[in-house]
């Protein structure tokens, strides 16, 4: 069976860290690129990061120098990693792990990033 699960959200004040973690079952995602998005309340769903199969990664320019995408390979199993340093209000969202290109996505974790 193919799935994400993401976990890892929570509430965190100003200048904080959080980590998510999106544990990734099914062989084909060993091969597959790896997405983070987020969708704040009012708001559309925007990209934040990317990880490829390879180790090499993007970041939107909000988030950049402040996350860090990452990834572990096991068997049939991808866990994909977001650090989030220095944590700012306008980071609160709810956080997608998602491998955009096949279509498939977690249920998503919030994360609340008071003042």
């Known amino acids: 069976q193919v799935q994400l699960v993401e976990s890892g959200g929570g509430l965190v004040q100003a200048g904080g860290s959080l980590r998510l973690s999106c544990a990734a079952s099914?062989?084909?995602?060993?091969?597959?690129?790896m997405d983070w998005y987020r969708q704040a309340p009012g708001k559309q769903r925007e990209w934040v990061a990317t990880i490829t199969s390879g180790g090499s990664t993007k970041y939107a320019n909000s988030v950049k120098d402040r996350f860090t995408i990452s990834r572990a390979d096991a068997g049939n199993t991808v866990t994909v990693s977001l650090q989030m340093n220095s944590l700012k209000p306008e980071d609160t969202a709810v956080y997608y792990c998602a491998a955009f290109s096949l279509g498939v996505w977690g249920q998503g974790t919030q994360v609340t990033v008071s003042s």
């Open positions: 099914g062989s084909i995602f060993s091969t597959n690129t």
